[in-house]
């Protein structure tokens, strides 16, 4: 089944523990995104790839990091998270970023 | 820099009922344009994709319209079902140079209930 997969799909962490999530599709797609959804502001899009080792910012990328060595992978780094990023966060991929783009379940992080 | 709205924020109908959600854009230079629906705890299905080319796109009881010169597409769903009870996002691409042409700016969404 084509589909992209997060882990961890709960967290609840302390301010300042490291802490990565996890993205990975099936689907051999080149672009792959990282969004954040809070209340009232929407979908944010964080960092994006157009492939690998090629990596870019988004709308609101401070406080994390990416990394793309593989093509189905795309984990999101957040080195020192803060309660500011209490979020709902959805890995997003597609064949090039202008095609119908498919997003995982979300993950939800709370940061006490 | 692109501004996408819907209306309504939320909308609750009967069961069979035919409804139409609406979602604007204020850059009219779009390529394509997406629906999506989200389920509570969900992640995002893709419903539709719209080309700028095209006027119209269907999927069983979906139909999806594109006016690129007014800046708005409608999402019409056909004899509505409490299973289809979501929330409805929409969200286009920028019309930009560059790599960034892979980022969706997404609408604020018309939370949709049917009920029984």
């Known amino acids: 089944e084509a589909q992209v997969t997060q882990n961890p799909r709960y967290l609840i962490t302390v301010t300042g523990k490291k802490l990565t999530v996890t993205c990975s599709q099936n689907m051999n797609h080149e672009y792959m995104s990282w969004y954040r959804q809070d209340p009232g502001l929407g979908l944010r899009q964080i960092y994006y790839?157009?492939?690998?080792?090629?990596?870019d910012k988004g709308d609101v990328p401070e406080g994390y990091k990416v990394s793309r060595k593989e093509k189905r992978n795309f984990p999101l780094i957040l080195e020192s998270p803060s309660p500011n990023q209490t979020s709902l966060y959805f890995c997003?991929?597609?064949?090039?970023?202008?095609?119908?783009?498919?997003f995982g379940p979300g993950t939800r992080l709370l940061v006490l | 820099k692109q501004e996408v709205t819907q209306i309504p924020a939320a909308l609750s109908v009967p069961e069979g009922e035919n409804l139409v959600l609406n979602c604007s854009f204020t850059?009219?230079?779009?390529?394509?344009l997406q629906w999506f629906r989200q389920d509570p705890g969900k992640g995002l299905t893709s419903l539709l994709l719209i080309q700028s080319s095209q006027r119209e796109q269907t999927s069983g009881r979906l139909n999806a319209s594109l006016d690129k010169s007014s800046g708005r597409s409608t999402l019409y769903i056909a004899a509505s079902q409490p299973g289809d009870s979501a929330t409805y996002l929409c969200a286009v691409p920028p019309n930009a140079g560059g790599t960034s042409y892979g980022k969706l700016t997404f609408g604020q969404g018309t939370i949709l209930t049917v009920h029984p």
């Open positions: 790839s157009m492939n690998v080792e090629v990596t």
């Open positions: 850059d009219s230079a779009i390529y394509n």
């Open positions: 997003a991929s597609s064949i090039s970023g202008r095609e119908t783009q498919y």
